[in-house]
């Protein structure tokens, strides 16, 4: 079920074409872009305040702006959580040539990008979709291309809730170069149609005339040209697909988007800073108002300066006497404040972060407490790391498999190795990790070595640079220490204890 904001139906008239998550995914995409003011208004603003009864524009929406300020909590959120997501590079294999391949292709396919986009999709549009491909004939690293998860229109399922067919709709443009203005020329541009099966690809291109018109047939029909592309034997049997998912349902096509949750709380941020921004205003610039009077010739507003007033005629004869009243908010505004932490804290709630207001009132150095509070961000983190390493099973089945060195028993589901901090930590915890791991003999020195995907020469060099430097420090030892006995006339095992 698709978890979307009411105020966010009122744009399903102007994209009929789209789905209601294709509509939640564009307003999330917006707000993170800092173009979230016609969501601002939608939700905030009644139409009916910015005209009189004479339908008159009191307000206009360019005035509106100008009270209108956005400091993109959604984006803040969102890339706050990404920057908890751990690295996953390490994969488990006591094959040398294996961890050699599997570093070098990761490294072709720009892993660690993809895997930051990979969180950052996930927590945007709740499921990512990595397209499975090879340059040529003769290419042996499957490459992933990532695909819009805006774009993917639906994931048919069987009567079992298994995916038959993805279909995914793009807007593809053929360019060439400009010579006379050193850009580029839009020769074609079109709605292509991907569907993804087991063991293929089917693509619909439209067929497009001189004039760069789809063609249609007889009963206006939009002609296509198709194409289909069979996997190769690596994975004949699978999806050329990748589909790594965030919190979905069995029987749903789509996971839920966490983002979503985002936005209401996010715009309610936008409505309590627009409100203090003008409030500040008002308060830098107070109102002057007369009553029963008129300001003097020379009357001046400025730094030193003077403001006269004349009692009317009218008033002195009712036995008024003219004054000039500075209007302007007096209270603390702490109610208006206070709205705001709390709509702030519910917003890095929602999103699994700890609260600022309770970081401010923490004031510790405990990382026990800090790991308790983390736990929320954390079971959402441990829960797309879990699917990362699933969902990437078919791409180290189909590389190994490329380069003859797949072996049914030994490499079944073969994947990133899942790391012992969730959330990210620094390079000396891991150490010291690693070490507490070695003393208590839960692994050995080459296990760790392998986990980390050194090689078998890399390790067996380090193991003889370590053994030198061992000797070397015992032979310096003992020579400081002949020196020392010799010099004072002592036994030289009495310095070495």
Known sequence: MINISAYTHTYLLDNSDKTERQIEINTINKMRKGDSYAFFKSKFVLEENQVDENGKILVTDEELKKLYIDYNFMDSVIKKLVSYCPDLFNVVTRNDKKRELIKNSLNDIDWKCILNETYDTLESTGDEFLEIYFEDGLDKIPKLRVLDSGNMYRVLLDSYNRPQSYIYRETVEDLEPNYTDSGTKITNSRERIIVFQKGRKVIYDPHMDNQGKRQLDDDGNILYNTYTIENRESYQYDFPLIHIKGYK??????????????????????????????????????VLALIDSFLEAGSRRTPAGFLGITTTQEALKEGKQGQLIDVQIKNALDSMFSEFVIARDDLYSKAGLITPTLLEKLNIDSSRVI????????????????????????????????????????????SFLKPKFIIKTSPFDELLYEQSEIKSTKKSKDEIYIENGDSDKTIKLRKEEIKNDLESEEIMKNTVADTVASGQNVDKNMINT
């Open 371 to 414: 790991m308790q509070l983390n736990l929320p961000s954390e079971n959402k983190i441990e829960l797309y790391v879990d699917n990362i390493i699933k969902s990437m099973q078919l791409w180290f089945k189909i590389l190994l498999k490329e380069n003859d060195m797949y072996d049914e028993v030994e490499d079944r589901n073969l």
């Open 249 to 286: 349902k069995q029987r749903d096509e789509f996971s839920e988007i966490p983002a979503s949750h985002y936005i209401d709380p996010s715009l309610l941020l936008v409505s309590i800073l627009s409100n203090v921004r003008q409030v500040n205003l008002n308060l830098g610039y107070p």
